[in-house]
């Protein structure tokens, strides 16, 4: 508890000491005293201000407990409980401070309404969000949506500026199988080998020879699948 309230204070601290260069950088500026000197402090005084207040509203966020009441939310929706998992996500919506919390806490509701068959609300829930929603969770509400085109669009320009999750690696193999064809989910799922446990590989090769595919790409995926992968010593 000591350590906390140590914590707050040292926060509230530096937001001041931010708070006051920040005006008296602003004051030499409109003076005319300070020149590029001023200017470069006044700069580095609203970043500054900005940092701290993002961090002040993280460690509100902190105090009240919301990231575990994220989490009991998830463990809910795990547990097919949409209702509880939806009132958690709501109520962590509108006591969250920081954009991180409030955009994880809408990201489940979308979740939520997802499960529950509701795919318009999921998407009315992201559209609070004043900055980007986690790829998967957008593409995700964009196929339910009836978007699944621009849900793949979505997953290849997120996968395009760094990795995947799993999940979401699955999900986009998934879409490709439906828009682009077996053969095309193969050539994904042997191009994302590594990120993808054995087993999800086994079960799109699986389906595409059920449906007698013997391009490429599926029998590259088989080969590859055949060969035992290299384990560190």
């Not at 000491?17 to 003076?31: G, I, P, Q, R």
């Not at 489940?108 to 609070?128: F, H, I, K, N, Y």
């Amino acid at each position: 508890m000591q350590s906390t309230e140590h914590y707050r204070a040292d926060a509230k601290a530096s937001l001041w000491v931010a708070l006051l260069a920040f005006v008296f950088a602003a004051f030499a500026l409109f003076e005319g005293r300070a020149g590029l000197t001023g200017g470069l402090a006044l700069a580095c005084g609203v970043c500054l201000l900005f940092v701290r207040l993002r961090q002040e509203r993280d460690a509100v966020d902190q105090r009240r407990g919301l990231a575990e009441e994220l989490e009991r939310g998830r463990e809910l929706l795990g547990r097919s409980a949409h209702r509880q998992a939806l009132a958690v996500a709501h109520d962590v919506a509108e006591r969250a401070q920081s954009a991180r919390m409030q955009r994880a806490a809408l990201e489940l509701v979308a979740w939520c309404e997802l499960q529950r068959g509701r795919p318009r609300a999921a998407r009315d829930a992201l559209s609070w969000l004043s900055e980007s929603a986690d790829p998967y969770c957008t593409a995700a509400v964009e196929d339910a949506c009836g978007q699944s085109l621009w849900a793949l669009h979505i997953l290849e320009r997120a996968a395009r500026k760094r990795p995947l999750a799993r999940e979401a690696v699955l999900f986009r193999i998934d879409l490709c199988a439906r828009l682009r064809g077996v053969e095309a989910a193969c050539a994904l799922t042997l191009q994302q080998l590594a990120r993808l446990q054995r087993d999800d590989a086994v079960k799109v090769l699986g389906f595409a020879q059920a449906a007698q595919i013997t391009g490429g790409a599926t029998l590259a995926l088989a080969a590859a699948l055949a060969t035992p992968r290299e384990t560190s010593a």
